[in-house]
């Protein structure tokens, strides 16, 4: 299986933390999607690209396991990890980890492609293969 990953940092804000300064279990969501939005921008297939070429990609799946607690004012490694299939979805897997580098979060999600009159695309789209060619999942 072909994978594409990359490592980014966030530091836990304030606001997204309970009255004992721990994180809110909801907020690791909004990680994994800072960690998308990360990948996206470092991998050229970002949303502004995917928007460009006439699609939007919904979340249609969802998973996160907690492990341990994030704490305000850490800063926290978040791994993405593109997960290459031949369906016309994007899976990416996460980690994260708090400064001793210990895992304290991970989850997965799937987006499908939706053009812009709102149909799901069955087959992956055009810019899509050709960004899988260029990032040498497809030959």
Request: include cysteine; charge should be neutral; hydrophobic fraction near 35%.
């Amino acid at each position: 299986m072909n994978t594409i990953s990359f490592e980014s940092t966030i530091r836990v804000r304030f606001n997204e933390t309970d009255p004992l300064g721990i994180v809110w279990h909801g907020y690791y969501i909004t990680y994994f999607e800072d960690g998308r939005e990360a990948f996206g921008r470092a991998h050229n297939i970002s949303y502004l690209e995917i928007k460009k070429n006439g699609f939007t990609t919904p979340i249609v799946r969802s998973i996160c396991e907690h492990k341990l607690p994030l704490k305000y004012g850490e800063i926290a490694k978040i791994k993405t990890t593109f997960i290459d299939t031949l369906a016309a979805k994007m899976i990416f897997k996460y980690e994260i980890f708090n400064p001793e580098g210990k895992v304290v979060c991970t989850g997965e999600t799937v987006q499908v492609f939706v053009d812009d009159d709102g149909e799901l695309s069955l087959t992956q789209p055009k810019f899509f293969e050709d960004w899988k060619r260029k990032m040498r999942l497809l030959e």
